[in-house]
């Protein structure tokens, strides 16, 4: 029948996307094969994000592991770098590919005179396509052969607890943080800390608002019920001194519970020069939040307003490539607590016009032999004529992100962080202009930001905004 796929035709079609899978992996599994690795871990490759979590013994993939790709990965046994006998392929969409690498040996001989040259050719050979199921390495394989299963980011629940602002209608706070964290597999615990119809950029909102002493109710039935841990915690906009300090105790108690817990905030205190909260919340940010905080987002003003020093913008400063200013500020946000610094927007002259805003970014890696290394970064991000709600709460939650499946690559990771943004970004201000009709201007409500059309962007953006390393 027309329009309907057989079985058959369906397990045909995977077969060849997996096919075309097989040989990105075998390309990947290949890459700088000459290192001497040895043990069991996770090894990432820094040109494809991928990851492969098995053993090496000396510089080879060998016994049972896992290739790990953005939407996909392979499950089975490993010899001499290569994926032997049986295993499987498992679909983000929810099935799995079964089926037997084989190996053959072949030689070449390029001139009569020469000694053959052994190859390994190494094939796919499919068998059924089934739903998703747990894997265990086959039994066949040696015991000491068998590393410890080291589970994925969509099977090892990692956890973040967001306390931020909830809307019925549009994105803002939890709204635009949830969605894109669980698109890119993190599981979220929301407390909202204000719930509104709407953000207050309509010309009409109500809703109700939670309180130190109601966050605290909401965490200690977490505690009672032992299911208080998490990897991160992740916070935004809040106009409550005594709220932002209840969070603060949150995070060292978290912290305690477990010391690697990663805290990202975005410092909400103002933009421009002015700020747009009680300025009785600006010593809690920086006396208090900003020291327990492991990656904070601030914008320039939030930025000078923390460290209180000025970021020149004189056009000179940017032409003699003078950044002294702007890495003095990052350093002293970094000797306050953070690790990781984005400043998000700043005022600074763009090389490329007055159409782009220049972002930053630096970073303290955590080097073998215990140094830290600092890596800074530069950006320069299109400006969108328009005033979007919820962008911060998205960036943070793209950054967390980003940072977590990148660990090692900052760069990579702020440049997947911005791309998301440009995309959703130019879909929101593009469906918004054709709601509003030519020579009008959008409304608070058509601004909304494009989330869940932009899903495709979330999980898998193409770079389109590329950092420059200083």
Same mark, same amino acid.
């Given at each position: 029948?027309?329009?309907?796929?057989?079985?058959?035709?369906?397990?045909?079609?995977?077969?060849?996307?997996?096919?075309?899978? *097989?040989?990105?992996?075998?390309?990947?599994?290949?890459?700088?094969?000459?290192?001497?690795?040895?043990?069991?871990?996770?090894?990432?490759?820094?040109?494809?994000?991928?990851?492969?979590?098995?053993?090496?013994?000396?510089?080879?993939?060998?016994?049972?592991?896992?290739?790990?790709?953005?939407?996909?990965?392979?499950?089975?046994?490993?010899?001499?770098?290569?994926?032997? $006998?049986?295993?499987?392929?498992?679909?983000?969409?929810?099935?799995?590919?079964? $089926?037997?690498?084989?190996?053959?040996?072949?030689?070449?001989?390029?001139?009569?005179?020469? !000694?053959?040259?052994?190859?390994?050719?190494?094939?796919?050979?499919?068998?059924?396509?089934?739903?998703?199921?747990?894997?265990?390495?086959?039994?066949?394989?040696?015991?000491?052969?068998?590393?410890?299963?080291?589970?994925?980011?969509?099977?090892? !629940?990692?956890?973040?607890?967001?306390?931020?602002?909830?809307?019925?209608?549009?994105?803002?706070?939890?709204?635009?943080?949830?969605?894109?964290?669980?698109?890119?597999?993190?599981?979220?615990?929301?407390?909202?800390?204000?719930?509104?119809?709407?953000?207050? $950029?309509?010309?009409?909102?109500?809703?109700?608002?939670?309180?130190?002493?109601?966050?605290?109710?909401?965490?200690?039935?977490?505690?009672?019920?032992?299911? &208080?841990?998490?990897?991160?915690?992740?916070?935004?906009?809040?106009?409550?001194?005594?709220?932002?300090?209840?969070? *603060?105790?949150?995070?060292?108690?978290?912290?305690? !519970?477990?010391? &690697?817990?990663?805290?990202?905030?975005?410092?909400?205190?103002?933009?421009?020069?002015?700020?747009?909260?009680?300025?009785?919340?600006?010593?809690?940010?920086?006396?208090?939040?900003?020291?327990?905080?492991?990656?904070?987002?601030?914008?320039?003003?939030?930025?000078?307003?923390?460290?209180?020093?000025?970021?020149?913008?004189?056009?000179?400063?940017?032409?003699?490539?003078?950044?002294?200013?702007?890495?003095?500020?990052?350093?002293?946000?970094?000797?306050?607590?953070?690790?990781?610094?984005?400043?998000?927007?700043?005022?600074?002259?763009?090389?490329?016009?007055?159409?782009?805003?220049?972002?930053?970014?630096?970073?303290?890696?955590?080097?073998?032999?215990?140094?830290?290394?600092?890596?800074?970064? %530069?950006?320069?991000?299109?400006?969108?004529?328009?005033?979007?709600?919820?962008?911060?709460?998205?960036?943070? /939650?793209?950054?967390?992100?980003?940072?977590?499946?990148?660990?090692?690559?900052?760069?990579?990771?702020?440049?997947?962080?911005?791309?998301?943004?440009?995309?959703?970004?130019? %879909?929101?201000?593009?469906?918004?202009?054709?709601?509003?009709?030519?020579?009008?201007?959008?409304? /608070?409500?058509?601004?909304?930001?494009?989330?869940?059309?932009?899903?495709?962007?979330?999980?898998?953006?193409?770079?389109?905004?590329?950092?420059?390393?200083?």
């Amino acid at each position: 029948m027309k329009g309907i796929e057989t079985k058959k035709e369906r397990g045909t079609a995977m077969e060849r996307q997996f096919s075309r899978m *097989v040989t990105h992996m075998k390309d990947t599994t290949k890459e700088e094969s000459g290192l001497e690795r040895h043990g069991q871990g996770v090894y990432t490759y820094s040109e494809t994000g991928s990851k492969y979590v098995g053993t090496w013994k000396n510089g080879r993939q060998e016994g049972s592991g896992e290739m790990i790709h953005l939407n996909h990965r392979y499950l089975g046994n490993y010899q001499t770098n290569n994926p032997s $006998g049986p295993g499987k392929y498992v679909f983000d969409i929810g099935c799995e590919q079964h $089926g037997v690498y084989e190996q053959k040996e072949q030689e070449k001989n390029d001139g009569e005179e020469e !000694e053959a040259i052994s190859i390994i050719s190494v094939n796919w050979k499919a068998d059924k396509v089934t739903s998703l199921a747990v894997w265990t390495p086959p039994e066949n394989i040696p015991l000491e052969e068998k590393p410890a299963r080291l589970k994925t980011l969509s099977e090892m !629940e990692c956890r973040v607890l967001s306390i931020q602002s909830h809307v019925v209608r549009g994105y803002v706070g939890n709204k635009s943080a949830s969605f894109p964290l669980q698109v890119l597999g993190f599981e979220v615990d929301s407390v909202n800390s204000v719930q509104f119809c709407n953000h207050t $950029g309509y010309a009409h909102w109500k809703g109700q608002v939670l309180t130190a002493d109601e966050l605290h109710v909401l965490y200690e039935g977490l505690k009672l019920n032992n299911v &208080n841990h998490y990897d991160y915690v992740l916070t935004g906009y809040t106009r409550d001194t005594s709220f932002l300090e209840m969070v *603060v105790d949150i995070v060292q108690e978290l912290k305690r !519970e477990n010391p &690697n817990l990663v805290y990202v905030c975005d410092p909400v205190l103002g933009d421009h020069g002015s700020m747009y909260v009680p300025e009785n919340l600006y010593p809690v940010y920086k006396e208090k939040v900003v020291p327990v905080a492991d990656i904070i987002t601030p914008n320039q003003f939030e930025a000078e307003l923390l460290t209180g020093r000025k970021i020149s913008t004189e056009k000179e400063a940017l032409e003699s490539e003078d950044l002294s200013i702007v890495f003095q500020v990052m350093d002293v946000l970094h000797s306050m607590g953070p690790d990781t610094v984005v400043i998000t927007s700043s005022d600074l002259p763009s090389s490329l016009g007055e159409n782009y805003l220049i972002a930053l970014g630096s970073h303290l890696q955590i080097k073998r032999d215990g140094t830290k290394e600092k890596q800074r970064i %530069r950006m320069e991000i299109p400006k969108v004529d328009a005033v979007f709600v919820g962008t911060g709460d998205l960036f943070a /939650a793209v950054l967390l992100s980003w940072t977590h499946l990148h660990p090692n690559d900052f760069k990579m990771a702020c440049e997947k962080t911005f791309s998301v943004m440009h995309h959703v970004l130019q %879909r929101t201000i593009s469906c918004a202009k054709a709601m509003a009709g030519p020579g009008n201007k959008p409304s /608070a409500s058509q601004l909304e930001l494009r989330m869940v059309q932009s899903k495709k962007d979330i999980e898998n953006p193409e770079i389109v905004i590329h950092a420059t390393v200083l």
